[in-house]
């Protein structure tokens, strides 16, 4: 009976004697072992303010070595700051269009014409301020959406865009404006409220005035919208990979159109600091200003080929702008060579943004 037993009893099968012969040993994973460079690359890729962070400390500490008497004053600290702020909102401007993989070359045209628009109907035409303010900012938006909509809908490159509204948008301001220049006590007299941006306040010896406000302001409520909100995600979506972004479910044409009304509005609103900022209305003010932004936003650590950057490192480029020039200036060297400076810092920073973005490969 036991041996019926024994031979009903079921025997191994043959996955189950494999089993029982496998090793009982966990599996492990050898570390990956990267060498100094690349463990700077991958930090760099993870926080990339820290490189535009250690350029402006490297320009600080070049204009105290140059002039510490001078560089480190209230007064010239004051006029660093005030000499950036116009293009540091600007280049907020162009870090929205930068972060999508764009460019626009038109922001500062932009600029003078929306503060043409406001000097003209108020101390010309004699249009109230509480009109013609509104529709200076209305005329950066139209600029922003007609730079929108030729990159959406026609599907033309940002570049080609902007450097034909460049031209349009340049040759109806002179036709406008007629090429004249509002004087400081017209528009004292007739629309003060224009000015408002360059009223001074006395903090710690420094002189600042309200545009600079404007600026910290701006740039936290566009910093918060790029790092808070599900619209901020998108924006980084669609300069980092339009097609993955767009099977996503984002609309990415209508992400790139509100981007250029918006860097069209924060135009014009640099078009109010800027009067305030030289008191007078001029139709050619703000010529490099196209150029500056781009270098601020630049040196700053965004990335040209769009899906990385961040506000904070475009303010940074932009006092690393006015820093070296600054210490350049206070070292008695010729204006040239500022230039040669920032020429410089433009190439090491692309060059550099080109050695991170070999991480994401």
Not at 127 to 137: D, E, K, M, N, S
Not at 217 to 246: K, S
Request: charged content about 10%; some cysteine.
């Amino acid at each position: 009976m036991s041996e019926a037993s024994q031979e009903d009893r079921p025997t191994p099968q043959e996955f189950e004697r494999v089993l029982s012969a496998a090793s009982a040993a966990q599996a492990s994973f050898e570390e990956e072992h990267l060498s100094l460079a690349k463990r700077v690359q991958r930090f760099l890729h993870l926080y990339p303010t820290t490189v535009p962070f250690v350029v402006l400390v490297l320009g600080v500490l070049l204009g105290v070595s140059v002039n510490p008497e001078r560089f480190l004053t209230g007064s010239n600290l004051s006029t660093v700051l005030t000499q950036v702020t116009i293009i540091a909102i600007l280049a907020i401007a162009q870090t929205l269009i930068i972060l999508t993989a764009g460019i626009d070359l038109s922001v500062g045209v932009i600029m003078v014409i929306s503060s043409v628009v406001m000097g003209r109907l108020a101390v010309i035409d004699g249009v109230p301020v509480a009109i013609a303010f509104p529709a200076g900012l209305l005329c950066g938006v139209a600029c922003g959406y007609l730079n929108g909509t030729l990159v959406t809908r026609l599907q033309m490159p940002p570049f080609i865009v902007t450097l034909g509204t460049l031209s349009i948008i340049g040759a109806l301001n002179t036709f406008y404006s007629q090429s004249e220049t509002i004087r400081e006590q017209d528009i004292e007299a007739q629309a003060p409220f224009l000015q408002l941006m360059g009223v001074p306040f006395e903090i710690a010896g420094a002189r600042i005035i309200l545009a600079s406000f404007l600026l910290v302001v701006l740039a936290i409520v566009v910093w918060y919208m790029l790092n808070r909100t599900a619209y901020g995600r998108h924006v980084y979506a669609t300069g980092d990979d339009p097609e993955a972004a767009r099977l996503a479910g984002i609309n990415t044409d209508r992400i790139l159109l509100s981007v250029y009304v918006l860097a069209g509005l924060i135009s014009a609103i640099a078009g109010w600091a800027l009067i305030g900022r030289i008191g007078a209305i001029s139709p050619t003010a703000g010529e490099n200003a196209n150029l500056d932004s781009i270098t601020a936003v630049v040196i700053g650590g965004t990335s040209l080929f769009g899906g990385r950057g961040s506000i904070v490192g475009t303010l940074i480029g932009a006092l690393i702008v006015g820093v070296f020039r600054s210490a350049v200036s206070l070292a008695g060297l010729d204006v040239l060579w500022q230039e040669f400076a920032i020429g410089v810092l433009i190439i090491v920073a692309v060059a550099l943004d080109q050695w991170i973005r070999r991480v994401s490969k």
